[in-house]
């Protein structure tokens, strides 16, 4: 068999690395591959107690794994707790609510929906919208193209 990709290896300090990136401080999100190809990401969440990320949808199967804490869809009768891993069918419209300090690892792929903003659109999300924001934030934190291109695939 022939690798005719680099492997991509990459190491996180989960509490002070500078690629966190956060709008608010509450949630804060990790990319550790984006691939461009499958329109797939690999992302680590961090969310504090009590915070809660806007409704939305996948359009393809989520995979999540609780690293730590304690968080839960208000949609549905389950708590996901260290160790859960979680299996998402496309299409199923939640509300991630962190009841604890949550570390979750995600492997997304194909774009989020998140319905009805206030002007009655929809806003997506998808790797391309990822490869930007990644670069804006490494940008502001003094790291190159090159750093970015480490995780594209």
Not at 84 to 95: I, Q, S
Not at 104 to 128: A, C, F, K
Request: with cysteine.
């Amino acid at each position: 068999m022939c690798n005719m990709v680099a492997e991509l290896s990459n190491q996180v300090d989960l509490d002070n690395d500078p690629r966190w990136m956060s709008k608010d401080g509450s949630i804060a999100a990790l990319l550790v591959m984006l691939d461009v190809t499958h329109g797939s990401w690999a992302v680590l969440v961090k969310a504090k107690a009590g915070s809660k990320m806007p409704m939305h949808y996948h359009t393809k199967p989520l995979y999540v794994f609780t690293v730590y804490g304690h968080w839960h869809y208000p949609e549905h009768d389950w708590e996901a707790k260290i160790g859960h891993f979680l299996y998402e069918a496309p299409g199923e419209l939640h509300t991630p609510t962190f009841v604890e300090d949550t570390l979750l690892y995600s492997l997304v792929s194909g774009p989020i929906i998140y319905p009805n903003q206030e002007d009655g659109t929809n806003l997506v999300t998808d790797v391309y919208s990822h490869v930007k924001a990644v670069r804006a934030h490494y940008n502001t934190i003094g790291l190159g193209e090159d750093e970015l291109n480490r995780i594209i695939r």
